[in-house]
């Protein structure tokens, strides 16, 4: 009796599995390039001198819609507070 490996994916679960991955791997692309962008309008408004409360600080960073983390890095450079962001 021999003993060896067994492939037990079919090529369809390979395949179903291989998707999963993929679009896994870029949902959490995604998800760092809405961090990094939060993270930058925090930094951003702080290297200003600005202080960022808790409450702003969480909506920047709860917020997932990568348009508008982009406008906000923008607004960053020429608001006259941290509230003016959301304007």
């Given at each position: 009796m021999s003993v060896g490996?067994?492939?037990?994916?079919?090529?369809f679960a390979r395949e179903y599995v291989g998707?999963?991955?993929?679009?896994?791997?870029?949902?959490g692309?995604?998800?760092?390039r809405e961090e990094g962008l939060a993270q930058s309008v925090v930094l951003f408004l702080d290297a200003?001198?600005?202080?960022?409360?808790?409450?702003?600080r969480r909506r920047i960073?709860?917020?997932d819609d990568l348009d508008?983390?982009?406008t906000w890095v923008r607004r960053?450079?020429?608001v006259d507070g941290p509230e003016e962001l959301f304007d």
């Open positions: 490996t067994y492939d037990w994916q079919s090529d998707i999963g991955r993929e679009e896994g791997r870029e949902e692309r995604e998800e760092g200003r001198g600005f202080e960022v409360s808790d409450e702003v960073e709860s917020c508008t983390l982009e960053a450079a020429k």
